[in-house]
């Protein structure tokens, strides 16, 4: 296998756009979010390569990547830490304990973590130029979604429990006529719909979700909110319910 890869040259843009904020504790109007970002799967990845002077055939990256997947998911599920120059992966055990206890509590697994390796940090700080776009016009927003039992982000959920979801123009609301339709959902691949158990928190910029006790381990769920609600705020309702839809996957 022969690499010819120099990226020293290169410099990355990406466009953002101004959004009305969503982080929590925000002191300014906007946060900004990247824009056109499009995902990849491995073979999406390995389609690439020629864009970026890497010889090796398509055919076989995807196929040695898939491989090193399998072969890290082992090792990590033996208990190696793995380390690359994108990502780091562990295991980490949930939970409080009292000290007497001989297994995991019911509802809690091991999880794996994962952080930014600092090759890939350095080099997005140093090659990637930011194009600010002006103020996106927005019908709310998703921001982040925060796992309250594993204080995870953006990835994964825990059945039964509350997660966070910071956004713009999240408040649930709606009329008689629309009140079976409008809530908070976790949608699966194939488009079904599975409404949360109940929301404990309802404002524009943060809800609260109380998550199904039943989800299916490997699924994975794009969170939708479907509202009355305007965002102009005032209180008055929109003629008929607008979405809102994570842009990240969910999964337990």
Do not use: W
């Not at 997005?124 to 204080?151: H, L, M, P, Q, Y």
């Amino acid at each position: 296998m022969f690499i010819d890869f120099n990226p020293s040259d290169v410099v990355h843009r990406i466009i953002v756009k101004l959004v009305p904020a969503f982080l929590p504790g925000a002191k300014k109007k906007y946060n900004a979010k990247a824009a056109l970002q499009t995902e990849l799967d491995i073979h999406d990845v390995a389609s690439k390569a020629s864009l970026y002077n890497i010889s090796t055939s398509p055919k076989v990256i995807e196929e040695g990547f898939r491989a090193a997947e399998k072969l890290i998911m082992y090792l990590v599920a033996d208990n190696y830490r793995f380390r690359s120059n994108l990502f780091r992966i562990s295991i980490r055990i949930p939970g409080e304990y009292d000290g007497a206890e001989t297994a995991l509590p019911e509802g809690l697994y091991p999880e794996a973590k994962i952080t930014v390796g600092g090759l890939l940090r350095e080099y997005i700080r140093s090659k990637v130029e930011v194009v600010f776009d002006g103020v996106e016009e927005s019908n709310g927003i998703i921001g982040t979604v925060i796992d309250e039992a594993t204080g995870t982000t953006d990835s994964l959920i825990t059945p039964g429990n509350i997660v966070a979801v910071c956004g713009y123009g999240l408040k649930v609301e709606s009329d008689a006529q629309h009140a079976n339709r409008v809530g908070a959902f976790l949608v699966n691949s194939e488009g079904v719909e599975k409404p949360v158990k109940a929301i404990a928190q309802n404002t524009p910029r943060l809800l609260k979700l109380l998550m199904p006790d039943q989800l299916s381990s490997g699924e994975e769920y794009t969170l939708l909110i479907r509202t009355q609600s305007s965002t102009k705020g005032g209180g008055k309702l929109l003629k008929d319910a607008r979405e809102v839809r994570s842009t990240f996957l969910l999964h337990i």
